[in-house]
């Protein structure tokens, strides 16, 4: 049954991960949730139960990581659906930000989905079934934002390893799913959960008008509805065989397709010359 599938999310005491997993108990299934903090999950969720399982967690060191997987097992037998949510984005041209800064997201949005795959995937693969939800985002498949490199670059991260691990996952029957959410109106975007540059430098304008873009105009006016999103992943996870790649937003769709229509152009104009490279005969 469906129903008694058990869910493993991170990121889930606000945003996406939160909405998902109240969903998720709300339609039967059962739920490991992650947080750096315990009790904002109890706070948001509620207590300890059969089906609810609160984890405190930092997904930047890898024997947080493993313990809560071991706890998971422990508690519920097994893993079914991994939803790799935990992240923030990091805004800052790549002049401004520090090594400190840069290296401190890649370790939350990069390394630490990593330490769960790493953690997770011999349970699954050991069982022969599974399914990995890795989110990126639209910046993970387009980075051209001015002063979101650095975050996009941790998507672009994911999305690479990713395309891997569907691969790698395959033939013990885990199933690998890579999202590319649009913007989804959660508090991603507010205080607290995006970081700004310590020490911005003013000569960049267009830096400054995209950061402003996205705490003033964008923050709360996001298109998608989170609600739909966590009804979309259930629906994923239910699917026989579901993509590798899944975007998800009709923003999402429109940013993809300027993409791939710039790629497009460009291999078409420069083909004599791209293709050049060979030895001749």
């Known amino acids: 049954?469906?129903?008694?599938?058990?869910?493993?999310?991170?990121?889930?005491?606000?945003?996406?991960?939160?909405?998902?997993?109240?969903?998720?108990l709300l339609q039967g299934f059962s739920v490991a949730a992650t947080s750096r903090d315990r009790k904002s999950l109890i706070k948001e969720i509620g207590e300890e139960n059969e089906n609810f399982l609160p984890i405190e967690m930092d997904l930047t060191k890898n024997d947080d990581v493993r313990n809560a997987i071991e706890t998971t097992i422990g508690h519920f037998g097994r893993i079914d659906v991994l939803v790799n949510n935990a992240g923030y984005s990091q805004i800052g041209t790549l002049e401004e930000l520090s090594e400190i800064e840069v290296e401190r997201n890649f370790k939350v949005n990069v390394f630490g989905s990593l330490n769960v795959i790493r953690n997770a995937s011999k349970y699954l693969r050991n069982q022969k079934s599974g399914h990995i939800f890795n989110i990126?985002?639209?910046?993970?498949?387009?980075?051209?934002?001015?002063?979101?490199?650095?975050?996009?670059?941790?998507?672009?991260?994911?999305?690479?390893?990713?395309?891997?691990?569907?691969?790698e996952m395959k033939p013990f029957g885990v199933h690998t799913t890579l999202v590319y959410p649009g913007y989804f109106r959660t508090n991603f975007l507010s205080e607290g959960s995006v970081q700004t540059p310590a020490n911005p430098i003013e000569d960049y304008k267009s830096?400054?008008?995209?950061?402003?873009?996205?705490?003033?105009q964008?923050?709360?006016?996001?298109?998608?509805?989170?609600?739909?999103?966590?009804?979309?992943?259930?629906?994923?996870?239910?699917?026989?065989?579901?993509?590798?790649?899944?975007?998800?937003?009709?923003?999402?769709?429109?940013?993809?397709?300027?993409?791939?229509?710039?790629?497009?152009?460009?291999?078409?104009?420069?083909?004599?010359?791209?293709?050049?490279?060979?030895?001749?005969?």
């Open 1 to 24: 049954m469906d129903t008694k599938k058990i869910w493993f999310v991170t990121g889930a005491s606000k945003g996406l991960g939160l909405t998902l997993v109240k969903k998720l």
């Open 136 to 167: 990126s985002s639209i910046g993970g498949y387009t980075g051209n934002f001015a002063g979101f490199g650095i975050y996009c670059s941790t998507k672009f991260a994911v999305a690479g390893f990713t395309e891997a691990l569907a691969e």
């Open 207 to 216: 830096a400054r008008e995209m950061e402003q873009a996205h705490l003033n």
């Open 218 to 281: 964008i923050n709360g006016n996001q298109p998608n509805d989170p609600e739909k999103a966590a009804e979309i992943f259930i629906t994923l996870s239910e699917q026989e065989n579901p993509p590798v790649h899944f975007f998800m937003g009709e923003d999402a769709y429109h940013y993809a397709h300027l993409k791939i229509e710039t790629i497009q152009k460009a291999m078409k104009e420069h083909q004599v010359l791209g293709t050049s490279s060979g030895f001749n005969n």
